[in-house]
């Protein structure tokens, strides 16, 4: 079952790269968009057989593979995976969506798309480390290409920063895992939580930095993050909206599951530092955020900043403050995805992005006023404000982490106070005022545009007023995680009045 | 017409100085091109239609809601029904708020003959007989007009108001709509044109006297009578387009102000907030009174202004932009024609002497449009 959605889009990356060039741009949109749309649906109805009540892995599918090697063809579903896999259909359907239908080369485009939508799918699903680390290296692949051909004039060199990164990101994943595997005598890669529970303590902290900076660098984490901003900018917006959307997702999911899965006990120990870690991710990228003129940019640091609030998150590994990440994770997907759409419509139709160029684009009669409604509901829901995703993600980290982390919590709502500011004076310069005589000419905005973005917030408003339409699918994963072998021990300062992750909820 | 030449032209400083000079050699204030007369007497068909549900309406109010001060149905002219009421409820009507809006224009910055003769003991008597006639038996609003002696002649004042721009605009709604009549025909061929027909139209009723009179329990009552002497041109349309294209009022959301601050004039005729100066593009906000004039004229738009809005960028989008832009253009031809209507002499003159006159006479006007939409239509364009 799982095989289908990795195979449907491998299988339409095939069929559209093999299309004659004359059907590539209608037949190839079709293709890619029917694949992209079979995959969503199939990755929803695998939710609703989801059997949330489970800790263990659901619908397995083991298959040996080069047995010499350790490696497995090993998948598997739960509730870490599940929303991760389900956000990656709904933006892979977006981003075919939002493509421009005159793009060049349309073939080699949609096959990309489709065979980034298989790497990214392939890694959530992945229970063997190999096996993982394949995917990993698979979707670095179309991504480099998709922001080396169809980016913006520094294209070249933002594709090769990504690459660098990431391969050398990928590295020292790869790293971590042979270590893990060769130190722990385990006989293949298969993923268990107790692989590394036997290593000495030293051989723990090793291999935990490793992977650690392995996956800062894609969440990515200060002070690797450099690739990010210049991958956003250079990005077409539908690439903006998959790799914000998703593709980051790989770091803080490899965090989750490898980091604090594999080394709870380094973990319970590093914890501290790493949550003054994620304290100065979120108050970089904040303050970061506030010094851009570029729209794009002032979102991608908004991304550095909430990647943070992640890793506080898993620094605490309450159940709680791991629900907060998981929701975080998908609530950052739609309203990070939402915010570069909206900014990619602004830019196609202004042909700017800087704040200090546009004005006024509110305008009922002339400017964006339904994608300027829709970037005031994206920036209230980043900011937080009730009612929406953001807030429940923040809210649950904060109230997750604050009585492991107090000091590390506070400051990291300096920042969720800092997000407000960023972004509402990009609302206010962008939106606000009156709509100069240089934009009083735009194109109209075409129902194409509107329609992801309408999609977006109604999801990010709709898990915002209930979301435990979302955690039911992983606070028992996600308790489980830290209740199974090797569990964390961090201590918290204050105890929760609670200890039920499910009745620490019902605050909400 | 025997207009002054290039040759013989005084030379101006001022900086509309090409504007001066191409009225006196027999131009408008609005460039001539074949755009710009579809847009002109398209809109002005739709403007004619508009106008005459406005002034019906006034004259409605002014003659059948006369102190009543509680007028819940005063936009229906006597014809209340569920199917009205609902349609007023969503708005798919004519908004008789911006005819309102025009009349407390008018009566807020007053002028010319009928603004004397409202403040002449002769209005007072006929104010206070009216009024009594109608408030008779009515002792609770007879108590607050002894109370506050200065609400009921200010109410009549206002209803006055409410009768001379109904008069004044039946006039012009007619012209309007022959305007089009003939460009249909093929009369029409340029703005000239256009000025011509409403500068005649203009003379024409010039001398047409306003009057008012209501009538209360079967008798009627004189408020502006004829002896009062107030005629079309000087005592309604000379203060209308002082008070409505010129003056008119800073309104939050066509205009930015910050009255602490004094960026409002404490001065009325210092205003510049009229329809000539106006923003087409709004800033924000719902209601405002040019929106809602271009939300009635878009409902009578004549196919071939529709057709033309088309063509733009937006299409359908801003449409109300267009047609606040064409409205405009249509009033600077009006305003030609009111300027050439009151030259102290004829545009045509060859006497230094009156050129001269002439000459200082436009340089006026045209300081009062140097900061209106005017240089911003010179273009043809949008």
Redesign the interface.
Known sequence: MLSLLIALPLLGTLIVALLPEKHGRLTGRAIAFTVAILSFVWSVLLGFKFDAELTSLQFVENLPWIAQLGLSYRLGLDGLSLPLVVLNGLLTWIAVYSTDPDIQRPRLYYSLILLLNAGVVGAFLSHNLLLFFLFYELELIPLYFLIGIWGGARRGYAATKFLIYTAFSGVLILAGFLGVVWLSGADSFEYNPALAASLPLSSQFLLLGTLLVGFGIKIPLVPFHTWLPDAHVEASTPVSVLLAGVLLKLGTYGLLRFNQGLFPEAWAIAAPYLATWAVVSVLYGAFTAIAQKDMKKMVAYSSIGHMGFILLAAAAATPLSNLGAMFQMVSHGLISALLFLLVGVVYKKTGTRDITVLR?L?????GLPLIGSLMIAGVMASAGIPGMMGFISEFLVFRGSFPVFPVQTLLSMVGTGLTAVYLLLLVNRTF????PDQF?????VEWRDRIPGIILTVLIILWGLQPSWLVHWSETTLTAMLTGPGAIATTPLVTPSTTSPKTSLKVL | MNMVSTRDRITSEHPLASLIYRIEEGGALLPESPDNVVEVVGILKSYGHVLDAYWQNLVYIADHQFLELFPFFKYFNGDVSTKKLLRHWWHDRINYEFAEYCMKAMLYHGGGGLDSYLDSPEFTQRAQAAGQAKLKGNFLMSGVTKAFPGFLPEQIRQLCYYSALGQFWEVMSSMFLVLSDRYDRGEIHSINDVVQHVKNGLVEAASKPITYTVMIDGKPYDIIPKSAGLTFLMDTAVPYVEAVFFRSFPFMGTVSYNAQAQQISPEPERFNYGALYADPLPVGGAGIPPTLLMQDMRHYLPDYLHEFYQHSLRGEEDLRVHICISFQKSMFCVTTAAILGLMPHPVDTTDPQERQTNRTYLEGWMNRLVDSRLVSLQDCGV
Do not use: D, V
């Open positions: 006024g509110l305008n009922p009669e002339r606000f005022g009156r709509l009083s000419n735009l194109p109209r």
